[in-house]
């Protein structure tokens, strides 16, 4: 089997395809998307720390310029949204937004809120016990990453079930060939989001809170370090990269301990933070939430023996990477001790995941409540479907009982 992220079978087990790929070479062309396929470890590493990359290349050049069409006019509202998100964005303007948010997601700011994480992870645990079990996607997994992020920014409590869905149709357009309906509900959201979010700041703007909507109003209003579209783009990012992996993280990961029985009974009865943290990383290595992530190639650059000149498009498969075997030993087993892990899962350079500290202790607090002393072994109640989509790659739901 190839590599064919529309294919069902492909998107349940990709690894066997990067193998060949790996096998194949360095930098493959792929006509399906006009992209180059990268799947090594070293070259996803180094390329997502070189500056002849980047997200966008609007900084530097006009579309015409970079010989590519610009999105039809009617998707506007999404590219305007996503454009000016600290994702999208280039130095300077990155270092600048960069700098803005990053106070809040720092591993000591985080170290904070661990009792509150925690609490609440035990609450939603005791609501699927209280149940005798239920889908864990949406019990425990989907709401606990959800209720943190809206908290840290502000959204309040009744807000917080629009966000999901907003966040799902806006995500479609970061799947391969997004198709004309799926960037019509992209827009609809984008539209929808971006007006809640300018009702919040007006509101939080007259009442200001302890919450980072209200720092970043206090950034643009008296410094003018940041304007009102990267302020609304930002707060759209971190609500969405605020959840969506981590929800298919935790999801994906109790899949991969189902289907390694004697390492998931060995965890259990660890008792050990220290052991969790390892195979939780372990676990974001061995089904990497996020399996590919795009650049554009802004000056000409050389992977191996092929050159790829300006206006490229490379495909940097993270999946691929973190089962590289010139990297990992035995990077097919699920090792929930492995000492070297130097997974790519939360990328590199200076996109590196701002939320990853955060993400680690929220995965933390969810394995850590359902493992925890006194809670019965969780069970799989039946085998579980992927949903379509491959670049963020999740379960349809997990069905578990005690
Ligand atoms: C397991 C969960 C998560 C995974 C696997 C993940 C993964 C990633 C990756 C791979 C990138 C870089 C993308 C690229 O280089 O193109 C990224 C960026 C980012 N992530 Fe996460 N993320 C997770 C959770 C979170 C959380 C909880 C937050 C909450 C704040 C967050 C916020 C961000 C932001 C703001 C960026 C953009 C950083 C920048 O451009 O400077 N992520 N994430």
Redesign the pocket.
């Known amino acids: 089997m190839g590599f064919d992220p529309w294919d069902a079978a492909f998107v349940a087990d990709p690894y066997p395809a990067y193998r060949e790929l790996r096998e194949q070479g360095r930098a493959m062309w792929w006509e399906a998307t006009g992209q180059w396929l990268v799947p090594h470890y070293a070259d996803v590493s180094a390329l997502?720390r070189d500056r002849r990359l980047g997200?966008t290349y609007l900084h530097r050049f006009s579309h015409e310029e970079f010989g590519r069409q610009a999105p039809p006019p009617e998707h506007e509202p999404f590219h305007v949204l996503n454009g000016n998100?600290?994702?999208?964005?280039e130095d300077p303007a990155?270092a600048r937004v960069?700098r803005l948010?990053a106070k809040a997601?720092t591993p000591r700011t985080v170290k904070r809120l661990v009792p509150a994480v925690r609490r609440l992870a035990g609450e939603l645990v005791g609501r699927l016990r209280a149940d005798g079990g239920g889908d864990l996607l949406t019990v425990v997994a989907e709401p606990l990453?959800v209720a943190?992020?809206a908290e840290?920014l502000g959204v309040p409590e009744a807000d917080r079930g629009l966000l999901r869905p907003w966040s799902a149709d806006i995500c479609g357009m970061f799947e391969l060939r997004p198709d004309e309906e799926t960037a019509r509900r992209a827009v609809r959201a984008s539209v929808e989001f971006s007006a809640y979010l300018r009702g919040l700041i007006t509101e939080r703007r007259s009442r200001p809170g302890e919450d980072l909507i209200s720092g970043l109003i206090a950034a643009h209003d008296e410094e003018g370090r940041l304007s009102e579209q990267e302020m609304i783009s930002?707060c759209v990012?971190?609500l969405n990269?605020?959840?969506?992996?981590?929800v298919?993280?935790t999801v994906n990961g109790w899949w991969a301990l189902f289907r390694n029985p004697a390492q998931l009974a060995a965890l259990r009865e660890s008792h050990d933070p220290e052991k969790l943290s390892t195979a939780v990383d372990e676990l974001?290595r061995y089904d990497?939430?996020?399996q590919m992530?795009?650049?554009w190639v802004l000056d000409d650059i050389r992977i191996g023996d092929t050159v790829i000149p300006r206006g490229g498009e490379v495909a940097l498969l993270?999946g691929s990477a973190n089962r590289d075997p010139a990297r990992f030993e035995g990077p097919d087993a699920l090792d929930l001790v492995r000492a070297d892990n130097p997974h790519?899962?939360?990328?590199?350079?200076?996109?590196?995941?701002?939320?990853?500290p955060?993400?680690r202790r929220?995965?933390e607090a969810s394995f850590g409540a359902l493992l925890a002393d006194g809670v019965p072994p969780l069970r799989l109640v039946e085998e579980p479907r992927w949903r379509d989509g491959y670049v963020i790659r999740g379960l349809e739901e997990l069905l578990v009982e005690f």
């Open positions: 997502l997200r998100g600290l994702l999208d964005l990155h960069r948010v997601f990453p943190v992020i840290l930002t990012l971190l990269a605020g959840h969506e992996a981590t298919n993280t974001m990497t939430p996020l992530f795009e650049r993270f790519l899962t939360f990328g590199a350079g200076i996109h590196y995941c701002l939320g990853a955060l993400a929220e995965l």
